[in-house]
């Protein structure tokens, strides 16, 4: 068996996992970028892990470093 979680916010796992304690990803805001302090939940099959904070809303874009 395997949890599920709706309606949640998730993102590529590469730019949780390349940085360091705490986990933050690079979102970009027009010419802008922060980083944004997050709470990382269950990663799925496909490369997305869950994430949350208060800095963090549906329909920011989070930058993705090339691999």
């Known amino acids: 068996m395997f949890d599920v ?7 590529p796992v590469v730019p949780c996992s390349r940085s360091p304690r705490p986990v933050r990803v690079e979102v970009v805001d027009g010419s802008e970028r922060r980083l944004v302090t997050v709470t990382t939940g269950l990663f799925d099959d496909r490369g997305l892990v869950e994430v949350s904070s208060p ?3 549906e329909g920011m874009s989070v930058e993705v470093p090339r691999s």
Not at 5 to 11: E, R, T
């Open 5 to 11: 979680h709706k309606g949640v916010l998730a993102v």
């Open 55 to 57: 800095g963090l809303r």
